[in-house]
T-cell receptor, first 115, second 111 residues
Framework: ETGVTQTPRHLVMGMTNKKSLKCEQH?????MYWYKQSAKKPLELMFVYSLEERVENNSVPSRFSPECPNSSHLFLHLHTLQPEDSALYLC??????????????FGSGTQLSVL | TQLLEQSPQFLSIQEGENLTVYCNSS?????LQWYRQEPGEGPVLLVT?????EVKKLKRLTFQFGDARKDSSLHITAAQPGDTGLYLC???????????FGAGTTVTVRA
């Protein structure tokens, strides 16, 4: 497999459930990201991991908990979500270099519905 | 977070027609990227523009970065149904290189 793979593609969960989203990148990149995409709104950056260290956390509620066990894998653990958390969750990876300008490679996303 | 406004929000045209979508901001960017996202998939990078006034062509797609590096446009010539998708612009800030996305323009090309 190549690129960035996300599972599951679709997830329906109740507000009391606990679930996890998985992302795997096969590109040898040194950074991984979680984005939230809601209809008619810009992509919202949630978390950034660089070399397996969390370098950014954009005021995301604690009901979202990221985990990056190695440079190829990224998880987003979900618990006690709210209906407004329903969205497409996108994982991305990039090769961070000095001065920015890196390209993001996105997975196909997990379409999450919270009932 | 730097605000990028994309217009129009939706665009529906007939195959063979031309179209232009816009990405505007009051902020200056070190670079700007355009992505296309097809239904059920993640965004895919089309181009990165870096220099003010820069024009890049990718087959029937022409990308322009404004002279002041605050805005950009994407022009598609002789659109085809395969051009259908959500077009997103993303600007990288001068100071911390953070990437901010616009809300996108949904383009539908009818056969």
């Amino acid at each position: 497999e190549t690129g960035v793979t996300q599972t599951p593609r679709h997830l329906v969960m109740g507000m009391t459930n606990k679930k996890s989203l998985k992302c795997e990148q096969h590109l040898g990149h040194n950074a991984m990201y979680w984005y939230k995409q809601s209809a008619k709104k810009p992509l919202e950056l949630m978390f950034v991991y660089s070399l397996e260290e969390r370098v950014e956390n954009n005021s995301v509620p604690s009901r979202f908990s990221p985990e990056c066990p190695n440079s190829s894998h990224l998880f987003l653990h979900l618990h006690t979500l709210q209906p407004e958390d329903s969205a497409l969750y996108l994982c991305a990876s990039s090769q961070i270099k000095t001065g920015g300008g890196e390209k993001l490679f996105f997975g196909s996303g997990t379409q999450l519905s919270v009932l | 977070t730097q605000l990028l406004e994309q217009s129009p929000q939706f665009l529906s045209i007939q195959e063979g027609e031309n179209l232009t979508v816009y990405c505007n901001s009051s902020s200056v960017f070190s670079s700007l990227q355009w992505y296309r996202q097809e239904p059920g998939e993640g965004p895919v990078l089309l181009v990165t523009v870096v220099t003010g006034g820069e024009v890049k062509k990718l087959k029937r797609l022409t990308f322009q970065f404004g002279d002041a590096r605050k805005d950009s446009s994407l022009h598609i010539t002789a659109a085809q149904p395969g051009d259908t998708g959500l077009y997103l612009c993303a600007g990288r800030s001068l100071n911390d290189y953070k990437l901010s996305f616009g809300a996108g323009t949904t383009v539908t090309v009818r056969a």
